[in-house]
């Protein structure tokens, strides 16, 4: 009896991992049949889906002093792994130093940020505080456009 | 002969495999690039954010639960939780008990996957939770409570209770909604044993939570107030198709805590009491994770991907 229960259990782990092999796999798969510049296209777009009642927000915590270092700070936790370090953008994520989106109103950039790009990628970040999705807004804006992105990278942004 | 060295190197091959796994595990929990999950602090009651994409969050959970009529026990749990998409997070928890003056045991697994069916944010955000579990009569995480699950199911000896294994079906409607800081979330749940003659089982989790400060500081610092998040859950079961409502069910409330390293590392810790006399008086749970950054990257790579 003991050892049916135990091949069970056996046969089951196997199955779930098997399972979990497979999605990891498959998720691999199909992040390289996404990549490309024009997906990273796309990921820009989602700033001009912004509602105009949206993009006219303006930033709460702009011109305050602490508000940049505290995005920063924000940045390097929750976006760096995937927009790079410095915002230049990686294989997972493309750069927020382009004109795109230094052109956008903070409030698109704070729509963005807080509803996501969720079928292009970019998780939703309205698990952050709303002070803390502006902080990181403030520092967004206050990159300079042109700085070098990295345009290896934006090429090979992988959008999952 | 031939037979012989063709098995040998598939187990070669695949226990090389297994320990590039390991590896790549062990590394990635003390060398991932520093991220800080903003974790919530439920351990029962589910919000609607998933996992990152290509990250693995690695979970350890325990839960020391005082038992009338029995031994006391401590029941823990292992999760491994990965962002396939940015709408799909699949999840494998390996779960296991110790009851005092008996045994420790393996009690089985579960495999969950949530889904995000809406692209945005919403008023109430809905995830679709299903979850495959095979685990004995003797699990006793106390991970969700369903139908007509009383504490003294948990009096059962290990030795007769780890002889049952039971196939399940769990379906869960995460519905959340994130307001001035807080968040608020309800999961109703129905529960289906894959024997013809098991009826379906209900319960419910609900949930609220907050950060200590809305703002983050200038400064990287470990006892800063955001990086503490304190709340309250609620859970219980509401029976089955065959007798649904609250007899012979049991309800706890409990005080939830959450402290998220900038290490990238969460503590967790939640004093859980009984609301009813069908309830286990009092359960201590913790749990401590850490989130492997681009986990599905370094994987690709170490199995020969592209680069």
Redesign the interface.
Known sequence: ??SG?TR??SA??AL??F??LV??S???AF??QAAGPAKAKQFHAALLEVPAKDRARPNPMEGEA?SV???G??F???CA??HGKKAEGT??APSLLRQEVQQATPGAIFWVL???????????W???????RW?IVTFVKSLKAGQSSNPGAESNSEI? | MDARRFVFDIVANRLQYGLRLLLLLALGLLGAPRVRAQESPYIVTYDHYLEEPGNLEVEYYSTFGTQRGGNDFHAFWAEFEYGVKAWWTTELYFDGQSTFNQSTIFTGFRWENRFRPLAREHFINPVIYVEYEQITEADKIVKEVEGHDVASDHAVPNADANRTLNHELEFKLLLSRQVKGWNFAVNPLATKNLLPSAPWEFGYALGASRPLALRASVKQCNFCRENFILGVEMYGGLGDTRSPGLHETSHYLAPVSAWNLPSGWTLRLSPGFGLNDNSHGFLLRWGVSREISGFGEMLGRMFGGRR
């Open positions: 009896m003991k229960l069970r259990i089951g782990i779930a991992s399972g979990i999605t990891v498959a998720s691999i992040g390289r602490d270092a505290a995005g700070k924000l390097e936790q929750h792994e995937c294989r997972r807080t509803n996501g790009v969720v079928r292009r990628g970019m998780p939703v309205s698990k952050l505080p709303e002070p803390e902080q999952r």
